[in-house]
Each structure stands twice: as C-alpha cells, then as structure tokens.
C-alpha cells in the first residue's frame, strides 16, 4: 500500500490458525506519535459504521488508518482487510480489487458486487480502502451498497475527500505536533545516516525544518533522506532558497497541499537531471516494479539501460523509491505522490504515451515469456511473478485495450493471459478483459501487421479463450455462440491450432452437460488435431483428464485412470503442477469409484495442496466435495457434513454447483444421504452451518489433515467405495447413470 512496505501479497497475512484473519501489511518502520489521533479514531470506528480520515497528500493518513486497524483487529473475529485503491485506475475494477484483497474467490458469471454481498452476509470485518479519491463516486455507490446489506462490517477509508454519503464519520487529519515531526525525522534519518539522533546541537536546526515543512510525514522522509548528501544546514539553506519557487500552488489551495508540493518538488530540485528523468519515467509503473523491466522501459539515449541501476540507487537514497522484497524477488515502488509528480514532469515533456508503449512491450514480454514457461519446472515461480506484477499487468491492458492504436495488442496480452485467468483463479477477470478487447477489435479493424500481436490467430485465441471462460461460469449460451464462432472462423481460414482448441472446449461443455458421448468424441477429436501438430501444453493436460472423466461416466473408469495416470506421468516429466492438480482428482474419483477410500483420499489431498495454492477455485471445491464421500466412508459423518458445508458455501463463486451434472453430483448426493442418517436431521445441519461459516483457507487446511475432525477410520475396517447397502461395506463399480443424449448434446451437435 502507499507508504507502508509490504513484503508481497502475504505480507502481514494473520490468517493462518490462531490468529485474526486478514491482509495487513508488515511494519518495516517505526510509527511515530499520533498516540491521541489513534485513540479517537478507535472510538469513532466504535461509534460510526463508516469513517473516513481526511487530509491532504502524504500527511499519514494511510498509515495512521492501517496501525489504527492493527490495534482494533481483536474485535473482528473474520478480520481486517486492506484494499489499496491507489493503484485501481479503472473505475470498473473497483470491486475486482475489493474481492480480491477479501480473498472472495469467485470465477462464475456473477457481479463481483453480489460476491461481496452473499459471502460476507454473516461475517464481522473491517474493510480499510485506502487511497479511494480519484474513484470517489464508484466508492461511494460501493460502500453505501455494502454497508446497506452487510451488518457486520465497518468501514476505515481514507482519501483527501470525504465519500460523501449517510453515516459517514470524517477524521480530518493534521499534520504531526512538533514533538512528533522531531521524533519521525530523527528516526528516518537515522537510518540513511547510522548514528544521527536529536541532540542540544542540533535539535533547534531540526525543529525549524520541520516548522517549515508543517509537519508533514512524508515531507519529513524526503527531508531524512537528503542526509546522505547534505548536512541540516546546507537543507534548511536550499530550503529557503526554493520555497518561494516550489510553491506552484494557487492561492485558494490549502496551505499544507502547497508545503508538500513544495516538499516534493525540493526533493526534484536537489535530484541531478538524470534522476529527474527517471523519476518521471518511472512513474508509468503502476504498483511495484523490477529493475529489468526499469531498465527496459526507462532506458533511452539520454539514459542508458547500463546506468538505470546506477541512478536508481540515488533514488532510493534519496526516499524517492522504496525496495521491498516479494515473492518474486526485489522490487521498487514509487509513493502514490510521488508517482502523481513524477507522472506531471513526464506529461510536461510530452513522453507520457511513448513510455505507455514501452511499458505495454516490456509486460507483453513478459506475459509471453511466462506463457512459455507455464508448462516447465518453473511453474509455481511464473504464478508468483504474475501475482506480482498484476497492477502493472492491468495497466498495460488498460492502454492496450482502451488507447493503443492497434487493439491487436489488447487481444494478444488477454489471450496469452490464459493461465492467469484460469490457472490461477481470475476467471471473472479474465472474461472482462477478454470481451473488452473483442469488442474494441470489432468496432476498430486494426490497421496493419504490428509484430508479435500481428499474428491473425490473435483474435481466434482470445475467442476461444473467451468461451471457455464462460463454459467455466456455467453461462452456456455465451459459451456456445463464442466457441462456435471460433470454430467455424478457424475451419474457415485453416487455423488448426484454434479448431484444436474450441473442439477441446466444446468438449469440455458436453462434458458437464452429461452429453458424456458426444463430449468424448468432440476431446478426442481435439486432441488429435493438437497430436497433428505436434504440440503439447496445458490445455492437452487438461482435455486428456476431461476425456478420461468422460471416459469414466460413459462405464469404463478402468481406461480412465489410466489416462488420468498417463496425464500425471507426463506432468511429473514436465514439472506441470497445476494440470496435475486435475490428474490427482481424476485418479482419486477412479480410486474411491473401486472401493479405494484410502489411495482415493492420498490422492485427492495432495492434488488440493496444489489447486489451493494456485487458487483454482474450480478445482478445489470439486476436490472438496470428493473428499467429503471419501469422509463419510470412513465413518467421518460429521466431518463430511462440514466439509459439504464450506463447498456448499463456495460453489456460487463457481458457478452452478457440480456444473448442475448429476454425474458430478453423485458422490455429492450420497454423501449427504449418508452424513443425514448417521448424524440426524439437526446434527448434519448445524455442521453445515460450521463448514459454511469457515475461511477456505481454514477449510483447505482442516482437509488436507488425513482424519482431522473426526474419529480416525478404524484400523480393521478399510474404507470402502459405495454399496449396494450405501454404507461403504462393501466395494463395487461406480454407479455411473445412463448415458443418452441431452436436448444440449442436440444442439451442439447440429
């Protein structure tokens, strides 16, 4: 968030067992003063559904409301949730960005507001959404709309303007009382100049610096990291010789937003030429960056990529760039005021859409390269990078879909996204992204070739990608006329790699249609195309497992598990992690089909260690559900009904539960016959309730304990598939229904 490090997505994470759920990032400073503004903002939180702290920019409200959220996170036993609104820049993501920081994993076709209102109903939280101004009327309409249907939350916001609506509480800040101001500049000064510290010496040169700097935090850390090169004399001289230059600010603005500039643009001034142009080149990165791509797209003839490291250490010492260390390794981030000056100088230069373009190239690079890493021992460490750069991922696609001249880009980075959207659990997301770039390139035929993008599959890829996308929403009417078009387009033009794909797709929709004949035949038909080829990715994996599940519901669960052993063999080869994920749910479902509960629950937790950690959402709760049967059968009645639970609880953020497929819904429906009866009508319910009422990661957590909630199966009775009796005594074949055609498989057909 602006101003507070953060060591990456799970930095501050408390959501582990036995501490209060949320996201708030780690202290890597020290809070100073605000002891008296902390008390009465906890007491306005008490008393007001809704407070906003107020201020001008850098003034501290963020990190005054983020420590006021720490010490109040005991009260909400669901959590404390940081949404960083700053780096939102389209309105319509918004409540992307809410769902996500809440961790409200949900790839159906619903709104993301309808998430947060259905799986937050009966939660007690606190929503902190921090830097919401320049989308002042979306937050508004959204906190209004949440707070109207969600009892239990309350809401900290922070902005240099009230939301504006019924209730609000504001808490205007001010900036730091001269104590405190002292205190802050000593201890960030200390840092860039070991051994500094208040002294009678120098104690009246340091109180007059931050007399005049109105005792503005972030003023006072731009200050601190000026130590390096100069002495507090030489900056309360440079200081007095600027202020009347740096004021830039009209006479009606308040007086404090004209010290910042000034603060701001004295840390420009003292900067060399070089630093300035990178300062101002740098703020096309939205979030965090790395150094290669910094030197990348910052790089140019007046400044060479070999000397990018060079000045931008300069920047960091100087507090204008911050370093944190994320998943993906070390990253640098810009303060969001920082940012906005720096976006001002770049503007004024008129290089604004040039670097927009470099940075559209660096990350469609990047995008590229990972797609081709996805299916390789490197897999886990591309869904970390892509969680990393997911604020500039959505930047470059803002620019490539709304402003490029080409929307050919934007096709090509929503399609390459693939694995992002549906390998690591943005499904919803993708879709947005996928549909706008469509729509754009059928109102704006592209111009001519444009290199990488150029390629006239781009448009077919992200077609497909499109339906699938659907397919997996359960929104079956879209997903047919996409994959169709894209079908007969590819036939037509004699694309085969995208004829492959929909074929596959297509299958994938008979599939949980329980045209299980034709889904067969439309997977094979798929992979053979892609077998002609001479290609294999994911999207093989994954059919050959959609095949082998078809395979098994058509009456032959015995060539099925070889296909899904031969999928997972092939994954293991390749380091594919997430596709095996699908592989183990396949081998687990044939194993409990023969009467195997124990390889079948072996199986099935170590595929949903992986799902979950990918968060595949689709994949974890068919996971979920599974081992639910496989519970029961071991006498876990109890245990099965909470685990019902919580899958009942997330299956809306899927899509229809089990796909509305009573092949999927078999074990579903057994296991809940069976928990009913041996627990009882009142006892199954209430451990329904329990499962519904847990986080998915305590739920996640709690399943992939073999035995964990309940009496561990006896040693003497192995766990069974299901009986003719019901009661897993005995092992027979799966009951697979009939098969026949279904009025979809008609129509797909035709």
Same mark, same amino acid.
């Given at each position: 968030?602006?101003?507070?490090?953060?060591?990456?997505?799970?930095?501050?994470?408390?959501?582990?067992?036995?501490?209060?759920?949320?996201?708030?990032?780690?202290?890597?400073?020290?809070?100073?003063?605000?002891?008296?503004?902390?008390?009465?903002?906890?007491?306005?939180?008490?008393?007001?559904?809704?407070?906003?702290?107020?201020?001008?920019?850098?003034?501290?409200?963020?990190?005054?409301?983020?420590?006021?959220?720490?010490?109040?996170?005991?009260? *909400?036993?669901?959590?404390?949730?940081?949404?960083?609104?700053?780096?939102?820049?389209?309105?319509?993501?918004?409540?992307?960005?809410?769902?996500?920081?809440?961790?409200?994993?949900?790839?159906?076709?619903?709104?993301?507001?309808?998430?947060?209102?259905?799986?937050?109903?009966?939660?007690?939280?606190?929503?902190?959404?921090?830097?919401?101004?320049?989308?002042?009327?979306?937050?508004?309409?959204?906190?209004?709309? !949440?707070?109207?249907?969600?009892?239990?939350?309350?809401?900290?916001?922070?902005?240099?303007?009230?939301?504006?609506?019924?209730?609000?509480?504001?808490?205007?800040?001010?900036?730091?009382?001269?104590?405190?101001?002292?205190?802050?500049?000593?201890?960030?000064?200390?840092?860039?100049?070991?051994?500094?510290?208040?002294?009678?010496?120098?104690?009246?040169?340091?109180?007059?610096?931050?007399?005049?700097?109105?005792?503005?935090?972030?003023?006072?850390?731009?200050?601190?990291?000026?130590?390096?090169? !100069?002495?507090?004399?030489?900056?309360?001289?440079?200081?007095?010789?600027?202020?009347?230059?740096?004021?830039?600010?009209?006479?009606?603005?308040?007086?404090?937003?004209?010290?910042?500039?000034?603060?701001?643009?004295?840390?420009?001034?003292?900067?060399?030429?070089?630093?300035?142009?990178?300062?101002?080149?740098?703020?096309?990165?939205?979030?965090?960056?790395?150094?290669?791509? #910094?030197?990348?797209?910052?790089?140019?003839?007046?400044?060479?990529?070999?000397?990018?490291?060079?000045?931008?250490?300069?920047?960091?010492?100087?507090?204008?760039?911050?370093?944190?260390?994320?998943?993906?390794?070390?990253?640098?981030?810009?303060?969001?005021?920082?940012?906005?000056?720096?976006?001002?100088?770049?503007?004024?230069?008129?290089?604004?859409?040039?670097?927009?373009?470099?940075?559209?190239?660096?990350?469609?690079?990047?995008?590229?390269?990972?797609?081709?890493?996805?299916?390789?021992?490197?897999?886990?460490?591309?869904?970390?990078?892509?969680?990393?750069?997911?604020?500039?991922?959505?930047?470059?696609?803002?620019?490539?879909?709304?402003?490029?001249?080409?929307?050919?880009?934007?096709?090509?980075?929503?399609?390459?996204?693939?694995?992002?959207?549906?390998?690591?659990?943005?499904?919803?997301?993708?879709?947005?992204?996928?549909?706008?770039?469509?729509?754009?390139?059928?109102?704006?035929?592209?111009?001519?070739?444009?290199?990488?993008?150029?390629?006239?599959?781009?448009?077919?890829?992200?077609?497909?990608?499109?339906?699938?996308?659907?397919?997996?929403?359960?929104?079956?009417?879209?997903?047919?006329? #996409?994959?169709?078009?894209?079908?007969?387009?590819?036939?037509?033009?004699?694309?085969?790699?995208?004829?492959?794909?929909?074929?596959?797709?297509?299958?994938?929709?008979?599939?949980?249609?329980?045209?299980?004949?034709?889904?067969?035949?439309?997977?094979?038909?798929?992979?053979?195309?892609?077998?002609?080829?001479?290609?294999?990715?994911?999207?093989?994996?994954?059919?050959?497992?959609?095949?082998?599940?078809?395979?098994? *519901?058509?009456?032959?669960?015995?060539?099925?598990?070889?296909?899904?052993?031969?999928?997972?063999?092939?994954?293991?080869?390749?380091?594919?992690?997430?596709?095996?994920?699908?592989?183990?749910?396949?081998?687990? *479902?044939?194993?409990?089909?023969?009467?195997?509960?124990?390889?079948?629950?072996?199986? !099935?937790?170590?595929?949903? #260690?992986?799902?979950?950690?990918?968060?595949?959402?689709?994949?974890?709760?068919?996971?979920?559900?599974?081992?639910?049967?496989?519970?029961?059968?071991?006498?876990?009645?109890?245990?099965?009904?909470?685990?019902?639970?919580?899958?009942?609880?997330?299956?809306?953020?899927?899509?229809?539960?089990?796909?509305?497929?009573?092949?999927?819904?078999?074990?579903?429906?057994?296991?809940?016959?069976?928990?009913?009866?041996?627990?009882?009508?009142?006892?199954?319910?209430?451990?329904?309730?329990?499962?519904?009422?847990?986080?998915?990661?305590?739920?996640?957590?709690?399943?992939?304990?073999?035995?964990?909630?309940?009496?561990?199966?006896?040693?003497?009775?192995?766990?069974?598939?299901?009986?003719?009796?019901?009661?897993?005594?005995?092992?027979?074949?799966?009951?697979?229904?009939?098969?026949?055609?279904?009025?979809?498989?008609?129509?797909?057909?035709?």
């Amino acid at each position: 968030m602006r101003g507070i490090e953060s060591t990456g997505p799970s930095a501050g994470d408390s959501s582990r067992p036995g501490r209060t759920p949320g996201n708030l990032p780690v202290e890597l400073t020290t809070f100073h003063g605000r002891d008296g503004d902390l008390d009465r903002l906890r007491q306005c939180v008490s008393r007001s559904r809704l407070v906003t702290v107020t201020g001008t920019g850098g003034v501290g409200k963020s990190r005054l409301a983020v420590q006021g959220a720490r010490q109040l996170q005991e009260r *909400f036993c669901d959590g404390v949730w940081l949404v960083d609104a700053a780096t939102v820049r389209d309105p319509r993501l918004l409540e992307h960005s809410v769902v996500a920081a809440l961790r409200l994993a949900d790839n159906s076709g619903r709104a993301p507001r309808t998430t947060l209102l259905e799986q937050l109903a009966h939660r007690r939280l606190l929503l902190v959404l921090d830097g919401f101004e320049h989308l002042v009327e979306e937050s508004a309409q959204l906190v209004r709309t !949440l707070l109207g249907r969600l009892p239990g939350l309350r809401v900290l916001a922070t902005g240099r303007r009230p939301l504006g609506i019924a209730g609000e509480q504001l808490f205007p800040l001010a900036p730091l009382a001269a104590p405190d101001a002292a205190g802050l500049f000593a201890d960030r000064a200390g840092a860039v100049q070991p051994g500094f510290a208040l002294t009678p010496d120098n104690r009246a040169q340091v109180a007059d610096l931050c007399r005049r700097l109105d005792g503005i935090p972030l003023a006072l850390e731009l200050a601190a990291g000026r130590l390096r090169t !100069l002495s507090l004399p030489q900056m309360l001289e440079r200081l007095d010789d600027r202020f009347a230059l740096l004021t830039g600010g009209t006479r009606d603005a308040p007086a404090h937003h004209q010290t910042l500039r000034t603060a701001v643009g004295w840390s420009h001034e003292l900067c060399s030429p070089r630093e300035r142009l990178l300062w101002a080149r740098l703020s096309v990165f939205a979030g965090a960056f790395d150094l290669e791509a #910094a030197e990348y797209v910052c790089s140019g003839p007046e400044l060479p990529a070999d000397q990018v490291l060079d000045v931008l250490a300069q920047l960091l010492a100087q507090s204008v760039v911050t370093r944190e260390d994320a998943p993906s390794g070390v990253r640098y981030r810009m303060l969001d005021t920082v940012r906005a000056y720096g976006a001002y100088w770049l503007a004024a230069t008129g290089q604004t859409r040039r670097l927009r373009e470099r940075h559209r190239d660096w990350y469609t690079g990047l995008v590229t390269w990972c797609e081709l890493e996805w299916l390789s021992p490197r897999q886990e460490a591309v869904a970390l990078r892509i969680t990393d750069e997911f604020a500039n991922l959505r930047a470059a696609l803002e620019f490539a879909v709304d402003e490029d001249e080409d929307p050919r880009h934007g096709l090509y980075l929503a399609g390459t996204l693939w694995f992002c959207w549906v390998g690591c659990g943005r499904i919803r997301e993708g879709r947005h992204w996928l549909e706008r770039a469509l729509e754009r390139e059928a109102h704006e035929p592209p111009p001519g070739a444009v290199g990488a993008a150029g390629d006239g599959g781009v448009r077919l890829r992200a077609l497909g990608l499109a339906g699938y996308a659907a397919v997996l929403q359960g929104d079956t009417v879209a997903a047919l006329a #996409a994959l169709h078009e894209c079908r007969e387009e590819a036939e037509r033009t004699g694309d085969d790699r995208a004829a492959a794909y929909s074929l596959l797709r297509l299958g994938s929709l008979a599939l949980i249609s329980d045209d299980v004949r034709r889904a067969e035949e439309l997977l094979g038909s798929g992979l053979a195309r892609y077998e002609e080829l001479g290609e294999l990715n994911s999207h093989v994996l994954i059919g050959r497992v959609e095949l082998a599940l078809a395979v098994a *519901f058509g009456g032959d669960p015995a060539r099925a598990a070889e296909l899904c052993e031969a999928v997972r063999r092939e994954c293991v080869e390749h380091g594919e992690l997430w596709a095996r994920a699908y592989a183990l749910y396949g081998l687990g *479902f044939m194993a409990w089909s023969r009467g195997d509960a124990v390889r079948a629950g072996e199986l !099935l937790r170590e595929g949903l #260690a992986i799902s979950a950690g990918f968060q595949d959402l689709v994949a974890t709760v068919l996971t979920l559900e599974l081992l639910a049967r496989v519970a029961v059968g071991e006498g876990r009645a109890r245990e099965a009904a909470v685990l019902q639970g919580a899958a009942q609880r997330l299956w809306p953020s899927v899509g229809m539960p089990l796909f509305g497929s009573r092949y999927f819904d078999l074990p579903h429906r057994e296991c809940e016959r069976l928990a009913r009866e041996a627990l009882g009508e009142p006892a199954y319910l209430e451990a329904l309730r329990e499962g519904a009422a847990l986080d998915p990661e305590v739920v996640v957590e709690r399943a992939l304990r073999p035995g964990d909630g309940g009496p561990a199966p006896a040693p003497a009775r192995r766990a069974q598939g299901p009986s003719p009796a019901g009661d897993g005594a005995s092992p027979r074949p799966y009951p697979f229904p009939d098969t026949g055609e279904t009025g979809y498989g008609r129509g797909l057909a035709s």
